[in-house]
């Protein structure tokens, strides 16, 4: 892995150190699974769905999406998504005022997962 893509998701608030222990050490296969991150079609799905107002279906979207950033240990990304799965979490609806919080928590999540593509697929 380039040591300028290390530096910008370590500065990003990467837990690269703790990904790459999961990914047994081996760069090359954390570069692979990172590099797949900007396609994962898991956020599409959750802004659609959240959009959609199928709040049931967030919460499975949210919730695979902050798994998947957990494991590549993109933290930034991982911490707002957990947000979003507390608050959606066993809710067929939302109230107004909830609605409102979903509503800027998914503001939150899309700013960091365009800087975190922006970072991964910069050459």
Do not use: C, W
């Not at 090359?28 to 590099?35: D, H, P, R, S, T």
């Not at 799905?45 to 199928?54: A, G, I, N, T």
């Amino acid at each position: 892995m380039e040591e300028q893509l290390k530096q910008k998701l370590m500065e990003y608030g990467v837990n690269l150190q703790g990904a790459l222990e999961r990914f047994m050490n081996n760069e090359g296969l954390y570069l692979k699974f990172l590099n797949k991150f900007p396609e994962e079609p898991t956020f599409a799905r959750l802004e659609e769905s959240m959009q959609k107002e199928d709040y049931p279906e967030a919460f499975r979207q949210s919730h695979t999406l902050k798994g998947v950033s957990a494991n590549l240990g993109l933290d930034p990304l991982t911490a707002s998504t957990e947000l979003l799965v507390e608050l959606l979490r066993n809710h067929e609806s939302l109230t107004a005022e909830e609605a409102v919080q979903a509503k800027e928590y998914m503001k939150d999540i899309t700013q960091k997962h365009l800087e975190l593509v922006h970072i991964i697929t910069a050459k």
